[in-house]
Every structure is written in C-alpha cells, then in structure tokens.
Nanobody
C-alpha cells in the first residue's frame, strides 16, 4: 500500500502565503502524477493542481498564484500558495495517481481569514 502525509496547512490572512508538502511512502511501483485537491464545506472535492512528469496544470481559480513542484526521487510534491484569498479556505488533500488507482492523504486544513 501507499501512504501519503501532508503538512503545512494553517491559518493565514488574505494576501498571505503557505507552502504545503506531501510525502509518499510504501509500495510505490509507478507514479503517473501527483497533485493537490481541495474540498470546502458543502462542496465537491476539486483539483487544485497536479503534475505529470514535468508538466503542471492548475485550476483556473489558482493559476498565477499557486505553484506545484515535484521531486521524483523523494516521492514528494509541494504546493506554494501565494496571494491567498478567503475562497481558498478548504481541506487540501495530496493525491498520487499510480496508473492503476489513486491514493489520498488525510488532508490538511487551510484557512484564509482576517
């Protein structure tokens, strides 16, 4: 099995920054992509950003503000979040796409508020 652990969430004021990190461990035989999803109260989980190989893609709502990065050797993926807005408030989940199935972390809370 694959285990994902997120870190870096917290409370930040609008306009501030946070950096989320995710470490994958376990029986990792293949990684097609790693990424970040988020889920706000009462809403469906949505893709924030992912990276396949060296190619990143972003949700329109975060493009230009967030940056995803990946270290294949360390099996980590980070999300640098700048210019945060209240609507970014959500639980953020790390995801690993093995090609056969997806694995999920437990989530880390990000709250953007004055």
């Amino acid at each position: 099995q694959v285990h994902l652990v997120e870190s870096g969430g917290g409370l930040v004021q609008p306009g501030g920054s946070l950096r989320l990190s995710c470490k994958a461990s376990g029986s990792i035989f293949s990684i097609n992509a790693m990424g970040w999803y988020r889920q706000a109260p009462g809403k469906q989980r949505e893709l924030v950003a992912d990276i396949s190989g060296s190619v990143p893609n972003y949700a329109t709502s975060v493009k230009g503000r967030f940056t995803i990065s990946r270290d294949n050797a360390k099996n980590t993926v980070d999300l640098q979040m700048n210019s945060l807005k209240p609507e970014d408030t959500a639980v953020y989940y790390c995801n690993l796409d093995s090609g056969w199935r997806h694995y999920w972390g437990q989530g880390t809370q990000v709250t953007v508020s004055s």
